[in-house]
């Protein structure tokens, strides 16, 4: 059974730093293509950030390339996302997703909430 748990989300000022870490468990991080994604109240989820299962090769939203980073640590079957210079806009509950490729579905974590205050 696949699962998926989100950790690391909180309360912080604009400026500030978050990582976040989604832990594995029933499939292996480096075997599957691993992402994050973020919703907010009355709109869609939209993609944050990914790493590719094979290459490590990453892709970010165009809006946050350069604050946030995606990485993933095998031995704890762990993948995180560093998030940097945090703006109100940022407050979401953020997802961990994994697909095993672009042709199928993704597992989804239950989500961990992050507010940015100003």
């Known amino acids: 059974q696949v699962q998926l748990v989100e950790s690391g989300g909180g309360l912080v000022q604009a400026g500030d730093s978050l990582r976040l870490s989604c832990a594995a468990s029933?499939?292996?991080?480096?075997?599957?293509?691993m992402g994050w994604f973020r919703q907010t109240p009355g709109k869609e989820r939209e993609f944050v950030a990914s790493?590719?299962?094979?290459?490590?090769?990453?892709d970010y939203a165009d809006s946050l390339r350069g604050r946030f980073t995606i990485s993933r640590d095998n031995a704890k079957n762990t993948v995180y996302l560093q998030m940097n210079s945090l703006k109100p806009e940022d407050t979401a509950v953020y997802y961990c997703?994994?697909?095993?490729?672009?042709?199928?579905?993704?597992?989804w974590g239950q989500g961990t909430q992050v507010t940015v205050s100003s």
């Open positions: 997703a994994a697909r095993r490729s672009s042709l199928t579905n993704y597992y």
């Open positions: 029933g499939l292996t991080v480096s075997s599957y293509d």
């Open positions: 790493i590719h299962w094979s290459s490590s090769r990453t």
